[in-house]
């Protein structure tokens, strides 16, 4: 059974250190690396939903024109009619 002294003896010798005091060289290395992978990230994905939107709207836009062009192509050109002179001398 471990006494009082052994414990408050362990606690002194490995006492915790502060997060700030922990952090070594490759650990502020590794937060700036994942800071600027996250801040391209949030600009890859913010580029990414803007070039959507455009695309979107474009498509749109094209539809919206296919349709006026097909219209416009359905309606029939008028019919000519035949001069009466050219069907009685032929």
Do not use: G, Y
């Not at 590794?30 to 580029?47: F, G, M, W």
């Amino acid at each position: 059974m471990p006494s009082r002294n052994a414990a408050a003896r362990s606690k002194a010798l490995f006492k915790e250190a502060p997060a700030q005091a922990r952090a070594t060289k490759a650990d502020k290395t590794t937060e700036a690396a994942r800071a600027v992978a996250e801040a391209e990230s949030r600009e890859r994905t913010a580029k990414t939903e803007k070039l959507r939107a455009l695309r979107l709207e474009k498509e749109a836009a094209d539809a919206i024109a296919a349709k006026k062009a097909a219209a416009a192509k359905k309606k029939p050109a008028p019919k000519k009619k035949a001069k009466a002179d050219e069907t009685e001398t032929a």
